[in-house]
């Protein structure tokens, strides 16, 4: 997958994620977008070792990978990073 397609779906899932999971977390849309781009690959990760499958494009099984990737990234950031 292009790293146009990588930072579209990154976008996109990153959004998800904060619709998804609301609050004060700071760092806005470059933050957002950081968050949904290291979520698709967490996401790939995660659904490629479990059986899931992996981020292998713009689609939807891609997107809720990443998606849910963003979730676990935000979700750690909200419980041990920031304070």
């Known amino acids: 997958m292009g790293?146009?397609?990588?930072?579209?779906?990154?976008?996109?899932?990153?959004a998800l994620a904060k619709w998804l999971m609301?609050?004060?977390?700071?760092?806005?849309?470059i933050a957002t977008m950081g968050l949904g781009i290291?979520?698709?690959?967490?996401g790939g990760w995660v659904g490629s070792f479990i059986g899931l499958g992996a981020a292998t494009g713009v689609n939807?099984?891609?997107?809720?990978?990443?998606?849910?990737?963003?979730?676990?990234?935000?979700f750690?950031?909200?419980k041990f990073i920031r304070k």
Request: hydrophobic content about 60%; aromatic content about 14%.
């Open 3 to 14: 790293i146009i397609s990588w930072i579209i779906l990154g976008l996109i899932a990153g």
């Open 22 to 29: 609301p609050g004060d977390d700071g760092g806005g849309w």
């Open 38 to 42: 290291a979520g698709a690959f967490v």
């Open 60 to 74: 939807f099984g891609s997107l809720v990978t990443a998606t849910f990737g963003a979730l676990i990234l935000l």
């Open 76 to 78: 750690v950031y909200n």
